[in-house]
């Protein structure tokens, strides 16, 4: 089970870099618009420390949003979708896989390139750690209930702006929590609620995306 | 490879509805091992549908299938273990080889044939290290069957097989479906052409015979 799973973590993956542009598009994204603040808001340093993480994780989720549309679309239209429900494989399985892939070669990215934001937001310097780490606990959420929305609309045509609107809401405790954890920690405050609250959220959303963009998957198809 | 299982698959009053509007109904065949059954009729009459019923990937709106008594009509277990599916799609990525397609799917659907092997007899072998979005649609759809040929399903339920085939590429699936049916092996197989299969293996289904008629209007109605 292990194994199938990996290989099509694998299979994902290596698509994802062949493509190339992917994960580049989704970083070149976030960048700008992390970018566009300083220039809206003016370079008072205060005032972006002081909204520096909300703009990183909010520019994150948004960045999140522009690769999910494509996790089960390519798969829909080459056939291998029809191919995985026939095989002995679970679909739920395929899916989990197809989620963990996502975040690899979409969040993973944002998280590495999150600490040159900061500098650029003047986030105080004992924020990158918590906010590397942080992201790490809340960013599979985005993949998962991402995997629920992505499933919902494989079989539209133009699914990506509905599956923004279904997903974006589901995605604001990600975003709360994400936020004050980082700001918790910046400011000395103890942080560990907000933490264990977001890394409560990520369980549970790993837990039902499976079952849920499964049974999506399979009313799709009819 | 030989085939021990010596009975029939069988259904009874299927009928298909997509969206709002009947498919077909009061479908019944009969297959049994080693034999071939070509579905024909006109583009819209069910033939698909008939397939992707048999796979599992729509449900019926009313209708059994059995084998040897026993309801298959949506079994996972048993569409897994028993049914390979090509369909109009190829179910290749574009971007990778045709080896890493067919290696990641031998592994998705636990099997170890030889890729190589099967992809000399339905003349592929050559482009098995070239990325599938190079390859012509009859090279793509070749590299498709030879997923077919690998597959340890031995009910093959192929959707327009031939399209995008040469000549050549038609007489080799014909031997290799014939292959097929003389080790016990079923075939499901919709069609406009015609395939080559031993006639004396292979019945004709007209899926238009079990269409579903109200009034003639309905029927001017485009499918979706």
Redesign the interface.
């Known amino acids: 089970m292990l ?2 799973a990996l ?2 973590i694998a ?1 994902d993956v ?2 994802s870099m ?2 190339g542009s992917a994960s580049t598009l989704v970083v070149g994204f976030f960048i700008m618009v992390v970018t566009m603040f300083p220039f809206a808001i003016g370079p008072e340093q205060n005032i972006l420390q002081r909204i520096s993480v909300g703009v990183i994780w909010v520019a994150a989720l948004l960045s999140c949003l522009l690769s999910l549309d494509r996790m089960f679309q ?1 798969d829909y ?4 979708l ?8 679970p679909l739920e399985l395929v899916v989990v896989a197809k989620c963990i892939a996502h975040w690899l070669t979409t969040s993973l990215p944002l998280i590495a390139i999150a600490p040159l934001l900061g500098v650029m937001m003047n986030l105080p310097a004992e924020g990158f750690l918590p906010l590397i780490y942080v992201m790490l606990l809340g960013t599979p959420a985005l993949s998962f209930i991402g995997g629920i929305g992505a499933s919902l609309t494989v079989t539209l045509r133009r699914g990506g702006v509905l599956l923004s609107l279904l997903i974006l809401p589901l995605y604001i405790p990600v975003l709360i929590f994400g936020v004050l954890a980082v700001k918790a920690t910046i400011g000395g405050y103890p942080a560990m609620a907000h933490i264990m609250l977001l890394c409560g959220f990520t369980l549970f959303s790993a837990a039902i995306a499976p079952w849920a963009a499964a049974a999506a998957i399979r009313s799709g ?2 | 490879m030989d085939f021990s299982v010596s009975d029939i698959l069988r259904s009874h009053n299927l009928a298909c509805i997509r969206g709002d509007k009947p498919i077909f109904s009061g479908l019944e065949f009969e297959l049994p091992p080693g034999r071939a059954l070509v579905l024909r009729g006109a583009n819209g009459s069910g033939k698909s549908s008939l397939m992707k019923i048999i796979a599992g990937l729509l449900s019926a709106e009313q209708g059994r299938l059995s084998l040897n008594g026993e309801e298959v009509l949506g079994d996972k277990d048993w569409i897994s273990r028993n049914i390979c599916y090509l369909a109009h799609k190829n179910g290749m990525k574009p971007e990778m080889t045709v080896a890493e397609n067919l290696r990641f799917w031998a592994g998705m659907e636990h099997h170890d044939g030889d890729i190589r092997k099967e992809a000399e007899k339905i003349g592929i072998d050559h482009c098995l290290d070239l990325p599938v979005c190079y390859l012509s649609s009859g090279q793509a759809r070749r590299a498709a069957l030879t997923r077919v040929l690998c597959h340890p399903g031995r009910i093959w339920l192929l959707d327009e097989p031939t399209v995008g085939l040469d000549a050549a590429g038609v007489a080799l699936l014909a031997g290799l479906m014939n292959h097929h049916l003389e080790r016990g092996g079923r075939i499901l197989a919709a069609t406009h052409i015609e395939l080559g299969l031993n006639a004396a293996k292979s019945s004709i289904l007209n899926v238009s015979d079990y269409a579903f008629r109200l009034t003639p209007a309905f029927d001017e109605e485009p499918l979706c």
Do not use: A, C, N, W
């Open positions: 194994k199938l290989m099509i299979r290596r698509l062949r493509h390519t239209e080459d056939g291998s029809d191919q995985f429900v026939l095989s002995p494989v198809l009819q």
